[in-house]
């Protein structure tokens, strides 16, 4: 293998290894936030703050205080190794001046601060309309139509529980502009089309094996069900989604 090809071998999957830990992470959290519940706490009050009050606050300082911490370990995990370190040939090379560290590249789509319909929109720009054409049918509508139906599904998106809006976001970057698509996400994608349809408990065991927690499935399967709705990749037939004939996302998956 050349030089060449293995260097790219080796990015992919470092990347790959660190969208993995992302993910991890994600769940990791989630079961820090489902196990810390305020359940059987009494009724003393301080300063006109329940106990509950209390310890819910406590709660979401610390949940907040372990993300830093966890990202700035995986930050700092994540330094690439000097191929000039000498540990192969036994010489000690000179210690480099350390230079001041270039800002990641980010494939992202920054919504801070803003509602997501509107990161979408400035994200994609010219492009919104392209893929918010959800169903191959769009194409067939009258322009202030089509304009109206895109304009709804931000709407709705807007309107999902956060961590779904994430993951629309997330789903779109990844069309538009390559970024790693959430591991959950691609699961289910996945599913959906090798199996053409996809229930609850197909899904939920699909994260188990990874594996996941039977927590972490049962939210993401909880909110992999919705999203996959929302975004007319996949249609509700009893108690199953089956894939959409119609979408014209899907297919860029299966390409």
Same mark, same amino acid.
């Given at each position: %293998?050349?030089?060449?090809?293995?260097?790219?071998?080796?990015?992919?999957?470092?990347?790959?290894?660190?969208?993995?830990?992302? =993910? =991890?992470?994600?769940? %990791?959290?989630?079961?820090?936030?489902?196990?810390?519940?305020?359940? @059987?706490? @009494?009724?003393?009050?301080?300063?006109?703050?329940?106990?509950?009050?209390?310890? !819910?606050?406590? *709660?979401?300082?610390?949940?907040?205080?372990?993300?830093?911490?966890?990202?700035?370990?995986?930050?700092?995990? @994540?330094?690439?190794? !000097? !191929?000039?370190?000498?540990?192969?040939?036994?010489?000690?090379?000179?210690?480099?001046? &350390?230079? &001041?560290?270039?800002?990641?590249?980010?494939?992202?789509?920054?919504?801070? @601060?803003?509602?997501?319909?509107?990161?979408?929109?400035?994200?994609?720009?010219?492009?919104?309309?392209?893929?918010?054409?959800?169903?191959?049918?769009?194409?067939?509508?009258?322009?202030?139509?089509?304009?109206?139906?895109?304009?709804? &599904?931000?709407?709705? *998106?807007?309107?999902?529980? *956060?961590?779904?809006?994430?993951?629309?976001?997330?789903?779109?970057?990844?069309?538009?502009?390559?970024?790693?698509?959430?591991?959950?996400? &691609? *699961?289910?994608? !996945?599913?959906?089309?090798? =199996?053409?349809?996809?229930?609850?408990?197909?899904?939920?065991?699909?994260?188990?094996?990874?594996?996941?927690?039977?927590?972490?499935?049962?939210?993401?399967?909880?909110?992999? %069900?919705?999203?996959?709705?929302?975004?007319?990749?996949?249609?509700?037939?009893?108690?199953?989604?089956?894939?959409?004939?119609?979408?014209?996302?899907?297919?860029?998956?299966?390409?």
């Amino acid at each position: %293998m050349s030089g060449v090809a293995l260097k790219v071998q080796e990015e992919e999957v470092l990347n790959n290894s660190e969208h993995d830990a992302l =993910d =991890d992470l994600e769940a %990791m959290f989630e079961e820090l936030e489902a196990g810390m519940t305020n359940d @059987g706490i @009494g009724e003393v009050v301080i300063n006109d703050l329940s106990e509950a009050d209390l310890v !819910d606050a406590g *709660i979401a300082a610390d949940i907040q205080e372990a993300r830093a911490e966890a990202m700035a370990e995986m930050d700092e995990q @994540g330094e690439p190794v !000097d !191929d000039n370190s000498g540990f192969a040939t036994g010489i000690t090379q000179p210690e480099p001046a &350390k230079q &001041k560290r270039a800002a990641p590249v980010t494939k992202r789509i920054s919504s801070l @601060g803003m509602k997501k319909s509107e990161a979408l929109s400035k994200a994609l720009g010219s492009k919104l309309q392209d893929f918010m054409c959800l169903s191959i049918n769009d194409a067939t509508l009258e322009p202030s139509d089509l304009q109206a139906k895109i304009e709804a &599904k931000l709407t709705e *998106i807007d309107a999902l529980p *956060i961590k779904i809006q994430e993951k629309a976001v997330n789903f779109f970057a990844h069309l538009s502009n390559g970024a790693s698509l959430s591991n959950y996400t &691609k *699961i289910a994608i !996945d599913l959906l089309i090798k =199996d053409g349809e996809i229930t609850s408990k197909a899904l939920r065991d699909a994260y188990i094996a990874r594996p996941y927690s039977p927590g972490t499935a049962n939210s993401q399967c909880t909110q992999l %069900m919705k999203l996959l709705q929302v975004l007319e990749l996949a249609n509700k037939e009893g108690g199953k989604l089956v894939a959409n004939q119609e979408s014209a996302l899907l297919p860029m998956f299966s390409a």
